[in-house]
């Protein structure tokens, strides 16, 4: 799973942070949009999709859900498609199953 913070748009003042990713288990992307919090309460959830199986399958369709409330940079695109080509694994964790792969572990 991968996740990433996106700065708000300059017009939504109202908006705390958008939060979109990869989900390996769910095979979708996500966005999860919170508001400005209140004294001593965490921020509610605005807007949120991908929570779903197979709900999001593309970055243009995050893109589209993401547009009312913060941009998607370019790097941050080919990133999201990286993250869904390799499950969002880290290079670290697809070492780790490599090599219990070839140890016999059968966690590929």
Known sequence: MSRYSLRPLPERSDIFEVAVG????????????FGVAEVGRDPDVRHWRGGQPRQIVTVEELQT??????ELP???????????SNGGASPPQRLSRLISGLLGNGCV
């Not at 990869?22 to 949009?33: C, E, I, P, Y």
């Not at 859900?65 to 913060?70: C, F, H, I, K, R």
């Open 65 to 70: 859900e993401v547009s009312p409330y913060a």
């Open 22 to 33: 990869w989900d390996l288990g769910l095979g979708t992307f996500f966005v999860m949009v």
């Open 74 to 84: 370019m790097e941050l695109v080919s990133r999201l498609r990286g993250d869904q």
